[in-house]
């Protein structure tokens, strides 16, 4: 349940300034930002910063813990799964952020490459793949439907930002055991959802895409993965450039998945494997953040009143 009484409910600002779903106001989020799904992750890779700031949980999950890495203010978020998640983090965290963003997405995936569990694709873009309702809406009683509407609609890919991605690859390439041969570059698939929209398989429902990894293959050559938030994470991204689009993108982002479901060869990544590939890569996506944005610039959130006031 939240806590605080909202004053808008166009844009929810608690009396102090936290938004609503993050629960973060001015001054507790910083810069540099690392994503991911699991609090448990958060929490690991906030043991490779040098020192933690704040931490924080919100009424609806989503942790947020500040610290220090090499110098620079980082905030690392555990946002859950989901496009939605990814929107009420982005959203939010712009509100309270003064000066440009920088976020990368640890997350994982399903690989439909050569890409085996333990892997880590480094997302070259991302689009969309979303349930298309009125085909099931069409559906008569005897279980076919009318029209031509496919039951998925794939949506045109949205690009990371480039620099951003190169050093991304190259930090996360220093890092995983074998370099190269077990990092991948390709395009990601965001559905909204982890069964039908990915095209898993099942008996209890009408899901209609026996043939989908076929159509986004078709229409995506270069797909590489599927998961549930990077497509949303780089739109926001390109279009954070104010309410008429006219000013300067203020979100730059890249993404890296680590492959736990190796949807070609059907093998699922163990849970010591697991750990071990974000033990690995975790400082990896801490440096890409540090070199891809090295100073606290005077366009960049202020030190005072933050929580990294006096410490940089």
């Not at 929107?87 to 509100?95: K, S």
């Not at 050093?167 to 190269?180: D, I, N, R, Y």
């Not at 982890?194 to 398989?201: D, E, N, T």
């Amino acid at each position: 349940m939240p806590t605080d009484q909202m004053t808008n409910a166009n844009k929810p600002l608690s009396a102090d300034g936290k938004t609503y779903h993050v629960e973060t106001k001015w001054g507790q989020v910083a810069n540099r930002l690392l994503t991911v799904g699991d609090p448990q992750r958060a929490r690991l890779i906030s043991k490779h910063l040098d020192k933690v700031l704040f931490e924080h949980q919100s009424h609806r999950g989503i942790l947020t813990i500040t610290g220090i890495y090499k110098n620079l203010p980082v905030s690392i978020v555990a946002i859950g799964m989901g496009l939605s998640m990814m929107d009420f983090f982005v959203r939010e965290v712009r509100m309270v952020v003064k000066g440009p963003l920088t976020i990368i997405r640890l997350g994982s995936c399903g690989s439909i490459c050569d890409a085996q569990a333990g892997d880590v694709i480094v997302a070259s873009g991302a689009f969309g793949i979303s349930t298309n309702y009125s085909f099931y809406a069409n559906k008569d009683p005897n279980g076919t439907t009318a029209g031509t509407d496919e039951p998925y609609i794939l949506w045109p890919t949205v690009q990371p930002d480039r620099k951003l991605t190169e050093c991304l690859s190259a930090c996360v390439a220093e890092k995983v055991p074998g370099g190269l041969d077990h990092v991948f570059e390709g395009e990601v698939g965001n559905a909204d959802g982890f069964y039908s929209a990915q095209g898993r398989i099942g008996d209890d429902f009408y899901d209609a895409n026996s043939g989908l990894l076929d159509r986004i293959r078709a229409t995506h050559p270069n797909a590489s993965a599927l998961e549930m938030e990077c497509h949303m994470l780089f739109h926001l991204a390109s279009i954070s450039t104010g309410p008429n689009g006219s000013a300067p993108q203020s979100i730059r982002a890249a993404c890296a998945l680590v492959v736990f479901a190796d949807r070609t060869g059907n093998s699922f990544i163990s849970p010591d494997k697991s750990a071990q590939t974000y033990r690995d890569i975790s400082n990896a996506i801490l440096d890409a953040l540090a070199i891809s944005s090295p100073t606290q610039t005077a366009s960049m959130h202020p030190s005072e009143g933050s929580v990294w006031e006096g410490e940089l």
